[in-house]
């Protein structure tokens, strides 16, 4: 038997298939204008006749109208997050267009969160913008960013953190100088936004840019706690509606 959860997110779309045990398969798609059609598109590309529950969560999540239930992405993001590390006892997520915090209990249950979905100020969103400035793929901002210092970048607005690359690329400032200085002051102002929950014990970074090291070693020296990720980190959100599906399925608790 298996379950299927799916994270119809601002950015892309993530879906996981679970077997009670581990993460089978799992597959993302670009969330696009019609964010109906690429939940809809990931559920038939992972769909299959031993899916007995299928759980949808995020912004689209009841776009889905196969989904057996629709589970708010806070409760899947820390599940997932806790199946994937069960040490952790936080969570901070930078997502395409937010980005939000989230405190565990010893259990595992979420206790309090925060989120952030009014500015696209340190997002992944934000990221990808300033990468497009410089010229540079962000899949390889790890490469990149490699040996070079960071330059002080003072807007965290989009447009005007835009206008003031575009003033230090015409003065000669070398592109990873400043491409450092994005993720330094991303994740400054991430963890200033954490910090607010009083976060202790280990923390579980999910999202897309939680793949890079560099975003998750910057964000562990301003956090100043242990920062931990994994391969599946950006599936958080679909793996633990994949869990959560499985348990009510099965009437335990993973």
Same mark, same amino acid.
């Given at each position: 038997m298996l379950t299927l959860g799916i994270d119809s997110g601002s950015? +892309?779309?993530?879906?996981?298939?679970?077997?009670?045990?581990?993460?089978?398969? +799992?597959? /993302?798609?670009?969330? @696009?204008? %019609?964010?109906?059609? @690429? /939940?809809?598109?990931?559920?038939?590309?992972?769909y299959n006749q031993d899916v007995a529950y299928t759980v949808s969560t995020g912004y689209g999540r009841a776009l889905l109208d196969q989904a057996d239930k629709q589970i708010t992405e806070i409760t899947c993001h820390a599940r997932g997050a806790a199946f994937l590390n069960p040490s952790i006892r936080a969570i901070v997520d930078i997502g395409g267009q937010d980005c939000k !915090?989230?405190?565990?209990? %010893? $259990?595992?249950?979420?206790?309090?969160? /925060?989120? %952030?979905?009014?500015? !696209? !100020? $340190?997002?992944g969103r934000f990221i990808e913008v300033m990468m497009r400035i410089l010229e540079e793929d962000i899949s390889n901002i790890d490469q990149f960013v490699e040996g070079h210092q960071p330059m002080n970048i003072t807007s965290m607005c989009t447009v005007f953190a835009e206008s003031e690359i575009v003033s230090l690329l015409a003065k000669g400032a070398d592109k990873g100088d400043i491409a450092l200085g994005i993720i330094n002051s991303i994740c400054r102002r991430t963890s200033f936004f954490a910090q607010k929950l009083n976060l202790s014990g280990d923390i579980f970074f999910s999202g897309g840019l939680a793949k890079f090291e560099i975003f998750r070693s910057t964000l562990e020296g301003y956090l100043k706690i242990p920062v931990h990720t994994s391969p599946l980190s950006q599936y958080a959100g679909a793996i633990g509606a994949a869990v959560i599906g499985y348990n009510k399925v099965n009437r335990t608790q993973i």
């Open positions: 950015t +892309t779309t993530k879906g996981a298939l679970f077997d009670g045990e581990k993460i089978v398969r +799992t597959a /993302i798609l670009p969330t @696009s204008a %019609n964010p109906k059609d @690429s /939940i809809t598109k990931l559920y038939d590309i992972l !915090a989230i405190l565990l209990d %010893n $259990g595992l249950n979420v206790v309090d969160f /925060i989120m %952030n979905d009014k500015c !696209a !100020a $340190g997002t």
